[in-house]
């Protein structure tokens, strides 16, 4: 209990040094203290999220005692991903949660957790270490793409969300499926949508390896949704017809590294293991045309369970929020390839049959920005009053 009161304490600490920060004194040196309020933001977030972490001393039901579990098996033999280390029987590959060998979800975030474990042993609390990590990582991320799309202000609010999100704190604490593998996969597909708008803004062509290595990296949490920053370039490469040509190259090197990243685990699986791969594709597949395990709902799920996953009210705040970027967006073509991230992955997931709460947790970022939108633009409106700090 003292280890959680000290973490939320300083967490809150930190918090409000940094709004403290970015508030006061707007003209002295703006560069050098939005860089330390976004450092004190990130070390909240970090506060927070292990705070969730130490919430259950034990691994929750699902998924996270079968994530822990194959993670613990790995660190005998790092290639070959089994539920049941030494089964008493061969069981044939027909359900994920009682098969031998494990190939349900991609191996890296497994990887990490396995990695955690040979540094700091293993436990329930090690297990969510990488979770911790990438979820604080999420305020630097989310700050920068926040802040290319419509502003220093947008920026930071942004990242403040992301430091107090609720649902990442159910994920980080194990409660929430599909906990720390939505955590990994949410991570590098932001920091994929980071690098290309980055790279977009700045033309800088060593942005086009680090999305495509992001991307790669999101393909190898949660298989092809990974691909999102591509479905959201080549959008963009539609509507600005005078780079067009321009956008889909480096798309398609970018592509390229991904595919680089990704075909040694396919191969691997399917020479060594083409039993269970097989059945795992036709598997993964069905969940598109079938409600597996009882997770079929109606078409309008995700947009009816929004206020659970970002808070009350959020049904009318994310339509503000909309409205709100793009009068603060800098760039108009590339901030409505942007919130296609959104649009896109709602459509998505909501035609698909099986639907689990935190599949749309992948857009995240867009919404984050998107609410961040609204007290940028009340910042921006309190700066012709007297006291434009309040």
């Not at 822990?68 to 033999?77: D, I, P, S």
């Not at 979770?131 to 403040?160: D, N």
């Not at 929430?176 to 033309?203: I, K, M, T, Y």
């Not at 800098?330 to 919130?339: D, P, Q, T, V, Y």
């Amino acid at each position: 209990f003292m280890v959680s009161f000290l973490l939320v304490s300083a967490g809150l600490v930190f918090l409000i040094s940094s709004c403290l920060l970015w508030t006061l004194n707007r003209e002295k040196r703006p560069e050098k203290r939005f860089q330390w309020s976004i450092f004190l933001l990130f070390l909240s977030a970090l506060c927070f999220y292990s705070f969730a972490a130490l919430l259950d001393p034990f691994l929750n039901p699902w998924d996270e005692r079968f994530h822990a579990l194959v993670a613990k098996n790995l660190l005998q033999h790092p290639f070959t991903f089994t539920l049941y280390d030494n089964p008493v029987m061969q069981m044939a590959y027909d359900r994920w949660d009682r098969s031998v060998i494990w190939l349900h979800k991609p191996p890296l975030f497994l990887w990490m957790m396995a990695l955690s474990y040979k540094m700091f042993g293993v436990s329930w609390f090690t297990a969510r270490i990488p979770s911790i990590i990438l979820c604080s990582l999420m305020v630097p991320v989310t700050y920068r793409t926040g802040k290319l799309l419509a502003g220093e202000s947008t920026g930071f609010f942004s990242a403040l969300v992301a430091a107090t999100s609720f649902s990442l704190l159910g994920l980080v604490s194990g409660r929430q499926p599909v906990d720390h593998c939505d955590v990994s996969f949410l991570f590098f597909v932001s920091a994929s949508l980071w690098s290309w708008v980055e790279g977009v803004s700045s033309g800088k062509k060593h942005r086009v390896i680090l999305t495509g290595l992001f991307a790669g990296m999101a393909v190898l949490c949660k298989w092809l949704p990974g691909l999102l920053v591509y479905a959201v370039w080549l959008f963009y490469a539609m509507i600005d017809k005078k780079s067009m040509l321009k956008n889909v190259k480096q798309a398609g090197v970018a592509f390229l590294i991904t595919v680089f990243i990704v075909i040694p685990w396919q191969v691997y699986i399917w020479l060594r293991l083409p039993v269970e791969a097989k059945a795992e594709a036709g598997y993964s597949i069905s969940h598109f045309y079938t409600g597996l395990e009882g997770h079929g709902m109606n078409f309008w799920y995700y947009f009816q369970n929004i206020d659970q996953q970002y808070g009350p009210w959020m049904f009318l705040f994310i339509p503000a929020g909309l409205i709100t970027f793009f009068l603060l967006s800098r760039g108009k073509k590339l901030s409505a390839a942007f919130i296609a991230v959104t649009v896109f992955v709602y459509l998505f997931f909501s035609m698909a049959k099986t639907k689990m709460p935190s599949y749309t947790m992948v857009a995240s970022m867009s919404v984050f920005i998107l609410l961040g939108t609204l007290p940028a633009m009340l910042t921006r409106m309190t700066e012709k009053w007297k006291h434009p700090e309040w």
